[in-house]
């Protein structure tokens, strides 16, 4: 079936995910995207003007563009026209990031430099909290601080994952009038790295085993309150282990943290991956974006060395065809994964087996490639800054 290219209109609603996490908002409502254009081939053609020309977010802004388009359905190829505000156009960018700054509250309280990745299947027990816990740690380790916000609401499993059994405690933070809710935090990795995640959990709020009886009440706003009321504090990267199935949680991600990427794990069955590819469907409709596939117990190797394809073969790279992302990963059905986890030790910190290895390089990957650290050195920040510094004296001038 040969798919219509989406309408300019369409266009404009994808880059509203694309977020220039220095002036704190949406390059659209920034009015940094001036046109757009998409013929009927489905060429897209984007016209974008930068503060400056030189600056060092093109690259990132570049690539959430290509990406967040390229999803769409009846898209050939998508071209940037690039180009440079003048001082005018540079003054109303900053008085619109200036008013978006003092007077919009944030729809979540997670720093937009903050690169937000959900861990996301079509159903449950293929690993999703696994994978989260273990590339969270990765990650970390390399000396990143890493959020894991456990939004499995009723089937709760990170707190076991990381051994960390502290109830969620709320202090009182600068700027804001409700107390807040502090992550329980856990450093990992090298200590001289610095790596530390920060963990939040309904797990941490209620008994295991007594979550069912919270149906209905606070718990179907909790995802919502962990991304507004938690005091995440400075955040490289946020991990996000989203319930089995494509329900409201997700829906409440698109609405609130439309930049979130989704990881889809699937089990290499073929069965399973058009299960998965539900998932997928439901991220293309409501604008999130697929950065790719893992494939979880992928295939089991017995201490002969004999390997076994338990799972069937081949349905990660499937699926990862299927969407058109790429597939990073193939993690072996390995019992130091389910004993890491049991331990509350993610095997991806120290273990010497495949699935350790495999964890390890999927996290080299994110970071390298999926969804690179924000560089904010340079560029607009400080020129919002001395903009918003010029304003001001000229407000106290003007009174
Ligand atoms: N690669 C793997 N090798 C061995 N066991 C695994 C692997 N991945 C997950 N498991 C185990 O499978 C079970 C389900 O995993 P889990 O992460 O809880 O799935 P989900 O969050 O998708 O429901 C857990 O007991 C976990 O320890
Ligand atoms: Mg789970």
């Known amino acids: 079936m040969i798919q219509a290219p989406p309408s300019e209109d369409q266009v404009f609603e994808l880059l509203r995910a694309v977020i220039d996490p220095e002036l704190g908002a949406d390059i659209v409502s920034l009015g940094m995207v001036p046109a757009v254009s998409v013929s009927p081939e489905g060429d897209v053609n984007v016209g974008v003007k930068l503060t400056i020309g030189g600056c060092p977010l093109r690259a990132q802004i570049k690539k959430d563009i290509e990406s967040r388009v390229a999803v769409h359905p009846g898209v050939r190829d998508v071209h940037i026209d690039w180009g440079e505000m003048n001082a005018d156009e540079r003054t109303d960018v900053m008085l619109k990031a200036r008013w978006n700054a003092r007077e919009q509250a944030p729809a979540t309280a997670v720093p937009l430099s903050t690169r937000v990745l959900a861990i996301a299947s079509g159903k449950g027990g293929v690993g999703k909290s696994a994978v989260t816990v273990n590339l969270a740690a990765a990650v970390a380790a390399q000396g990143f601080t890493v959020g894991v916000l456990d939004a499995d609401i009723w089937g709760f499993s990170v707190p076991r994952l990381l051994g960390i059994d502290e109830p969620l405690e709320a202090q009182r933070v600068e ?81 609130m943290l439309p930049r979130t990427d989704l990881l889809i794990i699937t089990t290499p069955a073929l069965a399973a991956q058009k299960v998965a590819a539900r998932a997928a469907d439901m991220a293309r409709r409501s604008f999130l974006r697929v950065c790719g596939v893992i494939e979880n117990m992928s295939s089991f190797t017995c201490d002969h060395g004999e390997t076994y394809a338990l799972f069937g073969e081949g349905g990660g790279q499937v699926l990862a065809d299927e969407i058109g992302v790429p597939l990073l990963g193939r993690i072996p059905l390995e019992a130091a994964v389910s004993v890491g986890g049991d331990a509350g030790v993610p095997v991806s910190l120290t ?49």
């Open 175 to 255: 700027g804001s009038e409700k107390p807040k809710i502090i992550p329980n935090e856990l450093p990992v990795g090298p200590k001289s790295r610095g790596g530390l995640l920060k963990v939040v959990s309904t797990g941490f709020l209620v008994e295991e085993g007594t979550a069912l009886m919270w149906r209905g009440l606070m718990l179907t706003k909790a995802v919502e309150q962990f991304l507004h009321d938690v005091e995440w504090g400075e955040l490289d990267y946020l991990f996000i282990d989203m319930p089995p199935g494509t329900g409201d949680v997700q829906m409440g991600l698109a609405r």
């Open 351 to 399: 273990g010497t087996g495949q699935a350790a290895k495999e964890f390890r390089a999927i996290a080299q990957r994110i970071v390298e490639d999926v969804a690179p650290p924000t560089n904010m050195a340079g560029c607009s920040a400080r020129m919002l800054n001395l903009a918003t510094a010029a304003l001001d004296a000229h407000d106290t001038a003007a009174q």
